[in-house]
């Protein structure tokens, strides 16, 4: 069965970094885009970045924009997410969720992992 | 960017009623190529990760209930669960894929009257 697992989350500094994986199984990994989409604390969703199913495409929303970088590995099945400049308004649970269809920005997520809660706090 | 608004925010429905969940989208979300409206609804219960309902706005996702449906086109568009389970209590999304950033409503919090 299709499963996506995350890691890597925590309580950071505001200004430092941090690195999110998201670990897939059960599917064709290369095959799909893969996303991020975040949900602050009792808030609603915000898409944060997606990569194409090679990894040659990829878009960041405007708030992560410049701080934050999707990548993936497709031998190692994982995709990550790289966080810098943190802020306490990144303060979210991060999901890792695919894209139907192995299209890149013009299919709805069928598959959510669990989440990481990242924390931004002195 | 296309911003999506639900309406209402919250919703009380007594067991066994009708429910029903508006979304707009600033933009149309149909293709004009395949006539396909880019639009899907998930259901979110607390301490659980959103759940795929319906998308291509009236496709029902493999084993939803059938008291959920999907309708709208173009730039409305509505969720409706035809006689609500105590199960069904939950926050909806509306999200729209016709383009990057991809973006959802604000949510619509589902509870019993």
């Known amino acids: 069965q299709v499963q996506l697992v995350e890691s890597g989350g925590g309580v950071v500094q505001p200004g430092r970094s941090l690195r999110l994986s998201c670990a897939a199984s059960?599917?064709?990994?290369?095959?799909?885009?893969i996303h991020w989409v975040r949900q602050a604390p009792g808030q609603g969703l915000e898409w944060v970045a997606g990569?194409?199913?090679?990894?040659?495409?990829?878009d960041h929303a405007d708030s992560v924009e410049g701080r934050f970088s999707i990548s993936r590995d497709n031998s190692r099945n994982t995709l990550y997410l790289q966080m810098s400049s943190l802020r306490a308004e990144d303060t979210a649970m991060y999901y890792c969720?695919?894209?139907?269809?192995?299209?890149?920005?013009?299919?709805?997520?069928?598959?959510w992992g669990q989440g990481t809660l990242v924390t931004v706090s002195s | 960017d296309i911003v999506m608004t639900q309406s209402p925010d919250s919703l009380a429905v007594s067991l066994g009623e009708r429910a029903t969940i508006n979304c707009k989208s600033s933009?149309?979300?149909?293709?004009?190529?395949?006539?396909?409206?880019?639009l899907a609804w998930y259901q979110q219960k607390p301490g659980q990760p959103p759940n795929l309902l319906v998308y291509?706005?009236?496709a029902r996702e493999s084993g939803v209930p059938n008291r959920f449906s999907g309708s709208g086109s173009g730039t409305d568009f509505t969720l409706t669960i035809s006689s609500l389970q105590a199960e069904d209590v939950a926050v909806y999304y509306c999200?729209?894929?016709?383009?990057?950033?991809?973006?959802f409503g604000q949510g619509t919090r589902l509870e019993i009257k």
């Open positions: 969720v695919r894209e139907n269809e192995g299209g890149f920005g013009e299919y709805y997520f069928d598959y």
């Open positions: 059960g599917f064709t990994f290369s095959h799909y885009a």
């Open positions: 990569v194409s199913y090679d990894g040659s495409n990829k």
């Open positions: 933009q149309s979300v149909l293709h004009r190529s395949n006539k396909m409206n880019y």
């Open positions: 291509w706005a009236s």
């Open positions: 999200h729209q894929y016709y383009s990057l950033p991809y973006s």
